[in-house]
């Protein structure tokens, strides 16, 4: 099992800016990919930012230029931050991580989430 802690949600106002971090421990064979998602009211959950073990990233076209994804290996740890806050970037962000579990099996865990709030 994989547990993921996310830290760095907050209140802020527009045009602010706010870090994300997410801590993957307990039984780590091997994290592949790592990514942030969110959630707003009402709305489907979408990717924000995705970084794979190698770190080619890809962002979701609302926050590219804005958002920067990366990540330390050796802690196992995956940051976003997230500059030029918008009203719109209001949501619950949720971190991922695919753990490799065993040679061919690849299980995805998610973080509790943290709330993001942007104001006008």
């Known amino acids: 099992q994989v547990q993921l802690a996310e830290s760095g949600g907050g209140l802020v106002q527009a045009g602010g800016s706010l870090r994300l971090s997410c801590a993957a421990s307990g039984n780590i064979f091997k994290i592949n990919t790592m990514g942030w998602y969110r959630q707003a009211p009402g709305k489907q959950r979408e990717l924000v930012a995705a970084?794979?073990?190698?770190?080619?990233?890809r962002y979701a076209g609302s926050v590219k230029d804005r958002f920067t994804i990366s990540r330390d290996n050796a802690k196992n740890t995956v940051y976003l931050q997230m500059n030029s806050l918008k009203p719109e970037d209001t949501a619950v962000y949720y971190c991922?991580?695919?753990?490799?579990?065993?040679?061919?099996?690849?299980?995805?865990?998610w973080g509790q989430g943290t709330q993001v709030t942007v104001s006008s």
């Open positions: 970084i794979t073990s190698d770190s080619s990233i």
């Open positions: 991922s991580a695919y753990h490799q579990e065993t040679n061919w099996y690849e299980k995805i865990y």
